[in-house]
């Protein structure tokens, strides 16, 4: 199947942003979406007590940045990447409220985007980096976002992934996700879930992230949490804080 394009994605989120402006309710259809925000937050928060700058790609509207400003200080510096512009002005009016520091926003794919390298103390990347396709395609995104990070930086990931082989893919994703779907709504939903998830999405093994973070130049990586094909993740620039 032939994959969406950037502007048919970028189209699918300019229709709903609403949806997700809401803290607790903007991605019911990942497994412990709650938990996840909660475990990336509150790690920032503790990693970080004097956090100035982050980077948010794929935005969305703006939902982690806010949680994790919450736990912050008042003063973190804060830039926003999406590709759909309704959903970065929803983002810069939430998240101005939780700031005294700086917001920008950046339109666009940030693997193209302009963006200052060493800046970053964290760069947060939700439900985005499975938009990548090829093997070269993700190195290269993984590079750029290693040098966007200062060097006690850190990136911070939650996302859905595939397993390694085809007979655990088919017993976690198909089956056991494909359940949840079914429960939170009807067959029809977990239809419709996996056919934008096959038009759209490219995920890769949680393993092949872990280890494209090493070979990037991540001196640390670290599991936050997985449970079937989701999971939080992390990886440190440098290998002391």
Known sequence: MEKSTLVEIEQRFDADVERFANLETSQANTIDAVLNMELITDGIRDMYPNLKNILDIGCGAGNYAIKTLMKSNNK?????????QPMLDRAKQRI?????????????????????????????????????????????????LHGLL??????????IVEQNSAEIQKFMYNDRYGEFLVKLKDKAYQEHVFA?????????????QLHLLEKVGFKKVDILHKHLCFASFLGFKGGEM
């Open 150 to 159: 200062n060097e006690s930086g850190s990136i911070w990931i939650f996302d």
């Open 76 to 84: 973190v510096n804060v830039d926003l990447v999406d590709l759909s």
């Open 196 to 208: 934008y998830i096959e038009k759209e999405d490219s995920p890769r093994p949680l393993l092949y």
């Open 96 to 144: 101005q409220e939780h700031t005294g520091g700086e917001v920008q926003i950046f339109k666009g794919d940030f693997r193209s985007i302009d963006l200052p390298k060493g800046k970053y103390d964290v760069i947060i990347a939700t439900m985005v980096l499975h938009h990548l396709r090829d093997d070269e395609d993700w190195e290269k995104a993984f590079m750029k």
